[in-house]
T-cell receptor, first 115, second 109 residues
Framework: GAVVSQHPSWVICKSGTSVKIECRSL??????MFWYRQFPKQSLMLMAT?????????EQGVEKDKFLINHASLTLSTLTVTSAHPEDSSFYIC???????????FGSGTRLTVV | GQQLNQSPQSMFIQEGEDVSMNCTSS?????WLWYKQDPGEGPVLLIA?????ELTSNGRLTAQFGITRKDSFLNISASIPSDVGIYFC?????????FGPGTSLSVIP
């Protein structure tokens, strides 16, 4: 079946530094990838949608200059949290889709802690 | 907006009991998705519903797409400890998956 891998599964970084999270579709080519953020005891909130080779589309209220998304290939999308601050600490989850006729597969998430 | 609401917010049940939770929307749409999220993991799709009135089962899980296309329920029969987690209903909107607030399920052995 479709498998999506995220790396790292957890990361601790200092305030002011940047962190990159990778999302890979292991056994299929993903035309579209999605990035979500989940704070404790809350639901998943969509941050942005990325299509291979084009700019990501960000949801309202998500700073595109802070959360840089690159979808350089059909199997890899990266989310870079720039100049991270403690309020950026959250669980980041990606999702990938093979195409309109297929479902969405979610990664296992990345726990980011900014200290 | 197209907000999803789930009830109850949380449940504590005895192992072996049946569970029912539901999801409502202020607008109609064409697809209902039910996901389960274990602690520290991403959500996993349990059941997808595509037609009004559709009733679909997956093992001990049963979900139905309401006739009005504004609601859905998920039932779990004979709960077991590994059913613990957060259950989200979700919908697709413009090729995105939008999640409800979730129902947290705790199963007491």
């Amino acid at each position: 079946g479709a498998v999506v891998s995220q790396h790292p599964s957890w990361v601790i970084c200092k305030s002011g530094t940047s962190v990159k999270i990778e999302c890979r579709s292991l056994d299929f080519q993903a035309t579209t990838m999605f990035w979500y953020r989940q704070f404790p005891k809350q639901s998943l909130m969509l941050m942005a949608t990325s299509n291979e080779g084009s700019k990501a589309t960000y949801e309202q209220g998500v700073e595109k200059d802070k959360f840089l998304i690159n979808h350089a290939s059909l199997t890899l999308s990266t989310l870079t949290v720039t100049s991270a601050h403690p309020e950026d600490s959250s669980f980041y989850i990606c999702s990938a889709r093979r195409g309109l006729s297929y479902g969405y597969t979610f990664g296992s998430g990345t726990r980011l802690t900014v200290v | 907006g197209q907000q999803l609401n789930q009830s109850p917010q949380s449940m504590f049940i005895q192992e072996g009991e049946d569970v029912s939770m539901n999801c409502t929307s202020s607008s109609i749409f064409n697809t209902w998705l039910w996901y389960k999220q274990d602690p520290g993991e991403g959500p996993v799709l349990l059941i997808a519903l595509y037609k009004a009135g559709e009733l679909t089962s997956n093992g001990r899980l049963t979900a139905q797409f309401g006739i009005t296309r504004k609601d859905s329920f998920l039932n779990i029969s004979a709960s077991i400890p590994s059913d613990v987690g957060i259950y989200f209903c979700a919908k697709t909107s413009y090729d995105k998956v939008i999640f409800g607030p979730g129902t947290s399920l705790s199963v007491i052995p």
